[in-house]
C-alpha cells in the first residue's frame, strides 16, 4: 500500500522563479492539503483541495496556486519566488474534507531559493 | 495569540528515561481535536494519537501515554524507557470547529535519545 510521495525531493531556485511541487494521496485517500514548514516550527497550512476544488486556505499569498487531477493528485504551484518561500512542503491526504481526521503526509519537498 | 504551545525547544535524554513532552493549547470551541505527531529525520510526519474534547480519558499504547486535562488546557505526552529510535521532532495540533478543523501545529519539541 503506497502511502502518500512527494516529488522532487529537492529543489533549488532563484528569486522570481516560479516552481510546481508534485504530490500523489496515500491509496484510497481523495483530499491533499498542502503545507510550508520552515526551518524549526511547525507545518503551516497552505490549502486543502477535495473534488478537485480548493475547499480550505490558510494566510498565504495568491502567488501559492494548487490543483488536484481526476486521480486525487494534486500540485503546488509557487510563482515569484521570495527567499523567504525557502522551507520544507509537505503534503498530507486524508479521507473525505473533514479535516479532524488524522493526516498522512509524504516526506517533502525542501525548496531552497537563492 | 499562538493556540499551541510547546515550550521546550529541545530534550536531551539518556536512554531507557522516561520524557513527558508539554503541550498547552488555547480554544474557544467546545468541540475540538488534539492530535500527536512524530517527525524523523526522513521527514514525513507520522500520526500518533487524535483526542477530541469529550473524551478526557487517558490513553496508553505500549511505551506512550497521554494526558489530557481540559482544566488546564494541556494535552502531554510521556514516553517510558525510551529508545534511541524516539528520537525526533514532536508536534502537537489542534483543530477546532470554528476553524474548520483546519490543524494548528505547535513548534514542535526535538527530542535527542542517547545511547
Known amino acids: 500500500d503506497a502511502g502518500v510521495t512527494q516529488s522532487p525531493t529537492h529543489l533549488i531556485k532563484t528569486r522570481g522563479q516560479q516552481v510546481t511541487l508534485r504530490c500523489s494521496p496515500k491509496?484510497?485517500?481523495?483530499?491533499v492539503s498542502w503545507y510550508q514548514q520552515a526551518l524549526g516550527q511547525g507545518p503551516q497550512f497552505i490549502f486543502q483541495?477535495?473534488?478537485?476544488?480548493?475547499?480550505q486556505r490558510g494566510n498565504f499569498p495568491d502567488r501559492f496556486s494548487g490543483h488536484q487531477f481526476p486521480n486525487y493528485s494534486s500540485e503546488l504551484n509557487v510563482n515569484a519566488l521570495l527567499l523567504g518561500d525557502s522551507a520544507l512542503y509537505l503534503c498530507?491526504?486524508?479521507?473525505?474534507?473533514?479535516?479532524?481526521?488524522?493526516?498522512?503526509f509524504g516526506s517533502g519537498t525542501q525548496l531552497s531559493v537563492l | 495569540a499562538q493556540k499551541v504551545t510547546q515550550a521546550q525547544t529541545e530534550i536531551s535524554v539518556v536512554e531507557k528515561e522516561d520524557v513527558t513532552l508539554d503541550c498547552v493549547y488555547e480554544?474557544?470551541?467546545?468541540?475540538?481535536?488534539l492530535f500527536w505527531y512524530k517527525q524523523p529525520p526522513s521527514g514525513e510526519l507520522v500520526f500518533l494519537i487524535r483526542?477530541?474534547?469529550?473524551?478526557?480519558q487517558n490513553e496508553i499504547s505500549g511505551r506512550y501515554s497521554w494526558n489530557f486535562q481540559k482544566s488546564t488546557s494541556s494535552f502531554n505526552f510521556t514516553i517510558t524507557a525510551s529508545q534511541v529510535v524516539d528520537s525526533a521532532v514532536y508536534f502537537c495540533?489542534?483543530?477546532?470547529?470554528?476553524?474548520?478543523?483546519?490543524?494548528?501545529f505547535g513548534r514542535g519539541t526535538s527530542l535527542i535519545v542517547h545511547p
Open positions: 498530507a491526504s486524508s479521507l473525505g474534507a473533514t479535516t479532524n481526521e488524522k493526516l498522512f
Open positions: 491509496s484510497g485517500h481523495d483530499t
Open positions: 483541495y477535495y473534488e478537485e476544488e480548493e475547499r
Open positions: 480554544t474557544r470551541d467546545t468541540t475540538y481535536y
Open positions: 483526542r477530541n474534547s469529550f473524551d478526557e
Open positions: 495540533a489542534l483543530s477546532e470547529a470554528g476553524g474548520s478543523y483546519i490543524p494548528t
